[in-house]
């Protein structure tokens, strides 16, 4: 059973940053492409970015491009999501997600079957 526990989130000011951490356990880390969504009060929850299993690729909504960066430590078991020029719109339940596609690229949206709780992402304006 794999299982994915976030941490990092909290409230920061507009233009500040934070980073998120997903540390997971339960299978081959490595293997496997690992992804960042994130839900907004009253709206569904949306993809934000996500790593091939490689981290030779990565994607991005267009809303974080240039001010989001997503990474994996396969050593560590661990993917980050490192978040800068914060804006309020940002403000989210963030979760992170394991894909079931092995050896995969992450980028489509369906292929995550494994989530984390979830943390909280507040940016004041």
């Known amino acids: 059973q794999v299982q994915l526990v976030e941490s990092g989130g909290g409230l920061v000011q507009a233009g500040g940053s934070l980073r998120l951490s997903c540390a997971a356990s339960?299978?081959?880390?490595?293997?496997?492409?690992m992804g960042w969504f994130r839900r907004a009060p009253g709206k569904e929850r949306d993809f934000v970015a996500a790593?091939?299993?490689?981290?030779?690729?990565?994607y991005y909504v267009d809303s974080v491009k240039g001010r989001f960066t997503i990474s994996r430590d396969n050593d560590k078991n661990t993917v980050y999501l490192q978040m800068n020029s914060l804006k309020p719109e940002d403000t989210a339940v963030y979760y992170c997600?394991?894909?079931?596609?092995?050896?995969?690229?992450?980028?489509?949206?369906?292929?995550?079957?494994?989530w984390g709780q979830g943390t909280q992402v507040t940016v004041s304006s």
């Open positions: 997600a394991a894909s079931g596609v092995k050896y995969g690229e992450g980028s489509s949206g369906h292929e995550y079957n494994y």
């Open positions: 790593i091939s299993w490689s981290g030779a690729n990565t």
């Open positions: 339960g299978r081959t880390f490595s293997n496997y492409p």
